[in-house]
């Protein structure tokens, strides 16, 4: 390992010893950690300019093995690293990150995981959801009832959540996508919980890959006045993407609209995502390449709503 590596990490061990004991956060302490961490982040990135994708990967690899014994202490970093049901951003983890606080309850594990939800992205995927059920309030609140509802990759669907026994009122007809069937089986039982009928909403393990084809897609889900997925857009490239937005634009009915945040590469540090946790699978980014994206998909106007949280954006794309 690089010599400023090693230096770096022995100074990050002399940090997180004293962690050690903690049962709250020190505000102060939290800040030192973050410093350290942060210290080496632009000497990573750096290097990635001299190496082939094949190289960085193991070199990020290297780096996460390196750091083991510090990072596995936090359960946050553990599943971020060790993917425990296969892939990266699971319904489990971004349910804590919703919950924004530490799952360890002490010591180094209790400051990697509130250094985990305190990342922009994090803080971003929080305001997403906020975001989101504002949006989805406001065109059920300027339509009439029984508005036909398509949610892909829904994960634990907590915009729903949030919307509460207020969804009642709405009587949409509601469809959740997910490729983990436990995800969708979460979602469902998640939102029961919470007093929203869920009789006429439909819970199916779905590829959304299979969504490219306009066809099909339109044979399988027929017309739908809403579509939307929190998440899913950043991890298509951007070929797929075209022909999947395209197709889902064309499955919307006349006056529909299709809700699609974006990732902005620009407002957060790929260091978080690419050497200390193993989640690097999205795309990056700009809002115009986005907008580039979405304007050849679609050939039609696009809104864009800028979030309290610049990590992260929406976009809107009614069919007139």
Not at 139 to 159: D, M, P, T, Y
Request: aromatic fraction near 12%; include cysteine.
């Amino acid at each position: 390992m690089n010599s400023k590596v090693e230096s770096w990490k022995s100074k990050l061990d002399e940090v997180c010893e004293s962690l050690k004991g903690s049962t709250s956060i020190d505000l102060t302490k939290m800040n030192e950690l973050e410093s350290q961490i942060m210290d080496v982040s632009n000497f990573m990135l750096s290097n990635e300019e001299n190496l082939n994708p094949e190289a960085l990967k193991k070199e990020q690899l290297k780096f996460r093995t390196y750091t083991d014994d510090i990072f596995m202490n936090s359960h946050l970093y553990k599943r971020a690293r060790t993917w425990p049901r296969g892939y990266a951003g699971d319904y489990e983890t971004l349910e804590k990150i919703y919950h924004a606080t530490p799952v360890k309850n002490e010591g180094v594990g209790m400051y990697l995981d509130n250094y985990f939800i305190t990342r922009e992205l994090a803080r971003g995927v929080r305001e997403r959801k906020r975001v989101l059920s504002k949006v989805l309030i406001s065109e059920f609140e300027k339509r009439e009832k029984k508005q036909k509802v398509l949610n892909i990759a829904c994960g634990s669907s907590r915009e729903i959540f949030d919307i509460g026994k207020k969804m009642n009122n709405y009587e949409a007809d509601f469809t959740f996508l997910d490729y983990d069937k436990d995800a969708v089986n979460y979602s469902r039982l998640l939102l029961f919980n919470e007093g929203i009928d869920v009789r006429n909403f439909k819970f199916m393990k779905y590829n959304a890959l299979n969504l490219v084809s306009e066809t099909e897609t339109e044979a399988e889900f027929g017309k739908k006045d809403i579509i939307y997925s929190a998440g899913l857009f950043d991890y298509i490239k951007t070929d797929v993407l075209i022909k999947m937005i395209s197709s889902l634009y064309n499955l919307l009915e006349d006056g529909g609209v299709l809700i699609a945040p974006f990732k902005d590469k620009e407002n957060y540090n790929t260091f978080d995502y690419h050497y200390l946790v193993d989640w690097s699978y999205f795309y990056q980014r700009t809002i115009d390449e986005v907008k580039d994206i979405l304007v050849e998909a679609t050939n039609t106007e696009v809104e864009i709503i800028n979030t309290k949280s610049p990590a992260i954006n929406f976009f809107l794309i009614r069919k007139k």
